[in-house]
């Protein structure tokens, strides 16, 4: 049996969308970045999310950085993202973090010269889901990408703290493991 693809069509679901997304990384994103993430399963339509980003100036404003479009939530944003966290499933929730988290850290490692990054996001439930990149230092491509689920927000700051404290550590215990 074949699981049904979800589509998101509507401009206004598409704007609370973004506002989640954005939400859970806790960071602005850009245009560029936002079409990767929603195209992933082809959940958006490029035409449907350029429409809703030209609609969604009273939930997030437009921040130009070096010539480049990001959008954050504004107060109103932030209250349609946490709406939504509680509607939508956990499965699309839960695909659309994993796909934020490996293009916001993609991105974000490339501008700062850094191997590991470290995102999550607070669940219904109050778990927390977190996302793990490592990059390998020589060829900056994507190491390790790990999710894994803690039982609340200072489970996830810890382990968080703990990673980034000792990265080369986290690094070698995985490749010692792999291999």
């Given amino acids: 049996m074949e699981i049904p693809r979800i589509r998101i069509e509507e401009t206004d679901d598409i704007c609370v969308l973004i506002c989640h ?6 960071c602005p994103l850009s245009k560029s970045q936002l079409i990767e993430i929603t195209s992933l399963e082809d959940a958006v339509n490029y035409f449907d999310l350029t429409k809703a980003l030209e609609k969604i100036g009273h939930l997030c404003e437009e921040t130009d950085v070096d010539g480049e479009i990001f959008y954050n939530n504004t107060s109103l944003g932030i209250k349609a993202a ?6 939508l499933p956990l499965s699309v929730r ?12 993609r991105d974000a ?3 700062k010269g850094t191997f590991l990054a470290v995102r999550y996001i607070k669940n ?9 990149t490592i990059n390998d230092e020589n060829t900056a491509q994507q190491k390790y990408y790990l999710s894994l689920t803690v039982e609340n927000e200072q489970a996830a700051d810890a382990l968080k703290q703990k990673l980034k404290s000792d990265p080369k550590a986290f690094e070698k215990y995985l490749d010692e493991y792999f291999k």
């Avoid at 997304?21 to 806790?26: E, M, N, Q, V």
């Avoid at 839960?94 to 850290?105: P, Q």
């Fill in 21 to 26: 997304l954005i939400y859970s990384l806790g």
């Fill in 82 to 87: 946490r709406a939504l966290g509680a509607t």
């Fill in 94 to 105: 839960d695909k659309m973090f994993k796909e934020a988290v490996r293009v916001y850290t």
């Fill in 109 to 111: 490692m490339k501008k």
């Fill in 124 to 132: 219904p439930d109050d778990t927390c889901t977190v996302g793990v």
